[in-house]
């Protein structure tokens, strides 16, 4: 009887430091833990992105969070349709309120999306998990127009 183990080439990636197993590899991949808080830090962003009147950064910010659940419905693919319905729905109604540069609509969004976040938290058995808005915006970022958002409305 011949071990499959045995027959199967060993596959691995090479590093100056030695080799990895593509089990090793995948075992490095991020899984929810380690993307959600850059998701939410993004989510911070956008928020008072919008409301400094910087369109574009806001915009950049959710297709970011679209790229981060992206990585995790691949990473975590148990997890892969709530993440997709999220990022189709409410984060998709986030996206459509700042396409149209629409404050009101995208405050509304913005809030139904945390919203169910916070519910998909509960439903994956993570209720100690709840999201919320800090009272201050990001200090390392311009968040209000620039030039480069400003060009946008031209």
């Known amino acids: 009887?011949?071990?499959?183990?045995?027959?199967?080439?060993?596959?691995?990636?090479?590093?100056?430091?030695?080799?990895?197993?593509?089990?090793?590899?995948?075992g490095l991949m991020p899984g929810l833990g380690q993307l959600m808080p850059q998701i939410s830090r993004r989510y911070w962003i956008l928020y008072y992105a919008a409301?400094?009147?910087?369109w574009k950064l806001a915009a950049y910010q959710v297709s970011q969070i679209r790229g981060l659940?992206?990585?995790?419905?691949t990473t975590r693919p148990k997890q892969a349709d709530r993440l997709n319905a999220?990022?189709?729905g409410p984060l998709g109604h986030v996206?459509?309120?700042i396409e149209k540069r629409d404050l009101e609509a995208f405050e509304q969004a913005f809030e139904r999306a945390a919203?169910?976040?916070?519910?998909?938290?509960?439903?994956t058995g993570?209720?100690?998990i709840v999201w919320k808005l800090p009272?201050?915006?990001p200090e390392e970022l311009e968040l209000g127009p620039t030039e480069a958002s400003d060009a946008d409305k031209r």
């Open 95 to 97: 996206e459509e309120a």
């Open 69 to 73: 659940m992206r990585i995790g419905a």
């Open 135 to 137: 009272a201050h915006p």
């Open 115 to 123: 919203k169910i976040a916070n519910a998909m938290h509960k439903a």
């Open 126 to 128: 993570h209720p100690e």
């Open 1 to 26: 009887m011949n071990n499959d183990s045995e027959s199967t080439p060993r596959l691995v990636g090479k590093t100056r430091h030695g080799e990895l197993t593509l089990d090793q590899i995948a």
């Open 86 to 88: 999220f990022s189709q």
């Open 51 to 54: 409301h400094g009147g910087n």
